[in-house]
């Protein structure tokens, strides 16, 4: 398992931006699919988007055309652009890593918190009308 740090989060309008970030402390990413979640209040964990170690990524469709993952080239940190953001994106960013050598998502393994074994505590995210 690797520890995670999200941050980045905050209160914006409705069709603002923001840019979280989701590092390693002391460790590396580099070998890991990463993937972004996010939790509303008394909702379940609902995926957003991932990316593999090679730079393969995929998003949900609710997120598609308005955020953007990606990874620094030295692949300790993960961000998620998001843009055009809306009321229905508020809640809690979750950061979560799971070790891989695949340079693939695969979508049916992406979307389910299960198949991540590192999370980081999160980061809130505020969109209002």
């Known amino acids: 398992q690797v520890q995670l740090l999200e941050s980045g989060g905050g209160l914006v309008q409705a069709g603002g931006s923001l840019k979280l970030s989701c590092g390693a402390p002391g460790g590396t990413l580099s070998r890991y699919t990463v993937a972004w979640f996010r939790q509303a209040p008394g909702k379940e964990r609902q995926f957003v988007a991932a990316?593999?170690?090679?730079?393969?990524?995929y998003y949900a469709g609710s997120v598609k055309g308005r955020f953007t993952i990606s990874r620094e080239t030295a692949n300790s940190t993960i961000y998620l652009e998001m843009n055009s953001l809306e009321p229905e994106d508020t809640g809690n960013f979750y950061c979560a890593a799971t070790f891989s050598n695949q340079d693939h998502v695969d979508p049916r393994s992406v979307v389910n918190p299960r198949s991540f074994r590192s999370w980081g505590r999160g980061t809130q995210v505020t969109v209002s009308s």
């Open positions: 990316i593999s170690m090679n730079g393969k990524t």
